[in-house]
């Protein structure tokens, strides 16, 4: 694996982890209600739940990598066109983060627990990472090495994210709550990744 091709999968990784969905958007309510105490075990869950997703992922890839190139050229496209889908979704997204502080208390167990549900028991994460991962492939390269490097550059930017996320609605509760900053963010997120999947696409095709 080139230096390129990690630094390329570490940025868009990135990109799609700092757009609020449902796990971010309990970290934050969490982080809301209850203050700066919950960004490590929210933090710890997630990348936990990531690691879940992403390793039942790596098993349905490694079996397709396995069994045709063609079927793999084909998932890479799809997950190209999954990175527009995305893009066009969170540009034309709103300027607000639906996310209401929870004031129970519970247990940094049981928030970690929660947000290690949210976050692998998902099935658009298990779809994401199957059609995200390929896009970063060496179908030459051995396809184990390559997912470790992957899997952990991965688990520790989600981990850093959620556990930023946090202290900034901990902190900063009015940020989280600008819409106008929020939509200025979900363009620039949205169009990044169309950019993202229209270059995978050039790129197939001058193959």
């Given at each position: 694996m080139s230096f390129e091709n990690w630094a390329a999968?570490?940025?868009?990784?990135t990109i799609l982890l700092i757009i609020p969905g449902p796990t971010i958007l309990l970290v934050v309510s969490y982080a809301l209600g209850q203050g700066w105490r919950t960004a490590l075990p929210m933090a710890v869950g997630v990348a936990l739940g990531d690691f879940t997703a992403m390793t039942l992922s790596m098993l349905g890839i490694g079996a397709l990598l396995a069994a045709s190139a063609t079927v793999f050229t084909v998932l890479k496209l799809i997950g190209a066109?999954?990175?527009?889908?995305?893009?066009i979704k969170l540009f034309r997204a709103g300027g607000t983060l639906?996310?209401?502080?929870?004031?129970d208390?519970?247990?940094s167990a049981?928030?970690?627990?929660h947000a290690w549900l949210v976050t692998a028991l998902?099935?658009?994460s298990i779809t994401f990472f199957v059609a995200f991962l390929p896009q970063f492939l060496d179908r030459h390269a051995n396809f184990w090495t390559q997912m470790a490097i992957f899997e952990t550059t991965f688990l520790a930017l989600a981990?850093?994210?959620?556990f930023g996320y946090a202290l900034v609605a901990a902190r900063a509760r009015n940020v989280v709550r600008n819409p106008k900053a929020i939509r200025i963010f979900n363009r620039t997120g949205g169009s990044l990744l169309v950019g993202a999947g229209i270059a995978t696409v050039a790129?197939?095709?001058g193959n």
């Open positions: 999968f570490a940025a868009a990784s066109g999954y990175l527009i889908y995305l893009g639906k996310a209401e502080p929870r004031t208390a519970v247990s049981k928030m970690m627990a998902n099935p658009k981990f850093a994210n959620a790129m197939r095709s």
